[in-house]
């Protein structure tokens, strides 16, 4: 994308050169450009407070980048001096140059980008730090609420014509799997794992990451993963890890940066501590879906997630959450790419998208909600089955409480507390209790709660004899089974 023919000149009839501003911001959404800007770290913004978050010294900066990027911010000056505004120094700034100048309804400050509000060029002082930090897609860019709904509210109409939604991307766990070289284990280092990773191979999964002395494996099925979402969403990642490494990942599953652009949130773009919010994406929620492993980060949003089978290819990554079993580099092992976790999902996005866009309900598709979407979906999954638990619970607890009823009952399951014909299915964890050998004796399925939390993932109905209910006696045997399951529930192969 070129800045210089995208940007338009103002017009007469605007009224503020925030509209030219906007814009420019409109366009840079599309966020064809190759050069990351916000990654690359803008010279002429150095005087910036957040410059110590960034990091930006680890990265090579590119001379036609810091061009690129210099000519944005001169463009975004030369917009609000367009609209007879001088960008005043400090001290006249602080004056009030907003209620001076031309412009009539500034303050609000629609945002600031350098630390200049983008309308009335006015300096960004304590009192009026507005709305929310994108230092993502521009270092130095604030934006005010209103702002923000605007930009939504254009993103939002431009992706509907073009029928896509919007796709935020988990890294860690749900696109790769990494791991520090010094936790590499023995038996990975005697396999060679670091030798694999610095060949150079077509189709190669394994990386270095030599500055960060660290390795990452890319899950099975990521590529034609994204090249197929692609084509329905918009899509960003969004990490809690740092942005050199978010950089870093974003050129590994996008080298060719057509999917992303500067859409890579990580974690100094969050608002708040530990958690992720839709607060610094600039698509609405009503489109929005999102991909992550851990539901605890996205507090405000569960309706938007679809939570995801989490990847533990590295024995250090197995380690971290509490598996002492062989991991998936340990024996030659990976996810399948047919039928594992990701193309799984992408059979459940492909669904939502079709439901979203082509459902015969008569409602405007600007009003349609993809968390309606999601939970329809959702409810597919064990229509038509009729649960009794037998002693999953504790005794003390009431069951509609528990994560497991609630489970079966969002995934369109009938939950109920007593025996009766019409039940399909009994869970239980023992198939000694008086409602499990019940089943047996009336030709009900019983099953073991990890069908549940399985289907629960895998967006599909399991088949019930893979979650046997093991006899009392075979109980702590059975226990063992379930952490190496845990490890790497989804279907596997050499
Ligand atoms: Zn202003």
Not at 55 to 69: M, R
Not at 135 to 152: A, C, N, Q
Request: hydrophobic letters at 35%; a negative charge.
């Amino acid at each position: 994308m070129s800045l210089a023919t995208e940007s338009p000149s103002p017009s007469p009839s605007s009224s503020s050169g925030s509209d030219d501003f906007a814009a420019l911001l409109d366009a840079e959404l599309e966020l064809t450009s190759v050069v990351d800007s916000a990654s690359l770290g803008d010279p002429s913004t150095s005087s910036t407070s957040d410059d110590e978050e960034d990091g930006d010294e680890d990265v090579v900066v590119e001379v036609e980048a810091v061009e690129q990027s210099s000519t944005k911010r001169r463009k975004v000056i030369e917009q609000v001096q367009d609209r007879g505004i001088t960008i005043k120094p400090d001290e006249d700034a602080k004056a009030g140059s907003c209620k001076d100048s031309q412009i009539k309804i500034c303050p609000p400050h629609p945002g600031f980008f350098g630390g200049l509000c983008f309308r009335c060029g006015k300096r960004q002082d304590e009192e009026d730090v507005p709305g929310v930090a994108f230092g993502y897609i521009h270092k130095g860019l604030r934006l005010g609420t209103s702002e923000i709904d605007r930009l939504r509210g254009s993103n939002v109409k431009s992706l509907l014509r073009e029928r896509k939604l919007v796709l935020i991307l988990d890294l860690d766990h749900t696109l790769i799997n990494s791991t520090k070289l010094h936790d590499i284990s023995a038996a990975e280092r005697d396999l060679g794992i670091q030798t694999f990773a610095s060949e150079d191979a077509p189709e190669k999964s394994l990386f270095t990451l030599e500055a960060m002395q660290m390795l990452t494996k890319l899950r099975p099925f990521v590529c034609k993963f994204l090249k197929e979402a692609s084509n329905m969403f918009e899509m960003y990642i969004y990490t809690m890890g740092d942005k050199a490494y978010a950089i870093e990942i974003a050129k590994l599953l996008d080298p060719g940066n057509v999917y992303f652009g500067s859409k890579v949130i990580s974690n100094s773009d969050c608002t708040q501590r530990h958690q992720k919010g839709l607060d610094v994406v600039l698509g609405a929620e009503n489109v929005a879906i999102i991909l992550d492993d851990t539901e605890y980060v996205w507090q405000k949003h569960k309706e938007n997630l679809i939570l995801m089978e989490r990847y533990h290819y590295f024995a250090s990554s197995c380690r971290q959450f509490g598996f002492s079993v062989k991991a998936l580099s340990e024996s030659m092992q990976d996810e399948r790419e047919s039928d594992g976790a990701l193309a799984t999902t992408l059979d459940v996005l492909k669904r939502i998208h079709t439901l979203f866009f082509d459902s015969a309900v008569e409602t405007a598709l600007s009003s349609r909600d993809v968390r309606q979407v999601i939970k329809k979906v959702r409810q597919e999954v064990l229509q038509g089955c009729k649960v009794v638990f037998s002693r999953v619970f504790p005794s003390s607890s009431r069951p509609q409480d528990q994560i497991i009823w609630k489970m079966a009952e969002q995934l369109g399951a009938i939950c109920c507390a007593d025996m009766d014909s019409t039940v399909t299915h009994v869970v239980a964890v023992d198939s000694g209790t008086e409602k499990a050998r019940w089943a047996v004796g009336n030709n009900k399925i019983l099953v073991h709660p990890r069908w549940i939390e399985a289907s629960n993932f895998r967006w599909h109905r399991q088949q019930e004899e893979d979650f046997p209910v093991p006899a009392p006696k075979e109980k702590s045997k059975q226990k063992g089974k379930e952490n190496a399951d845990a490890v790497a529930p989804g279907p596997t192969e050499s």
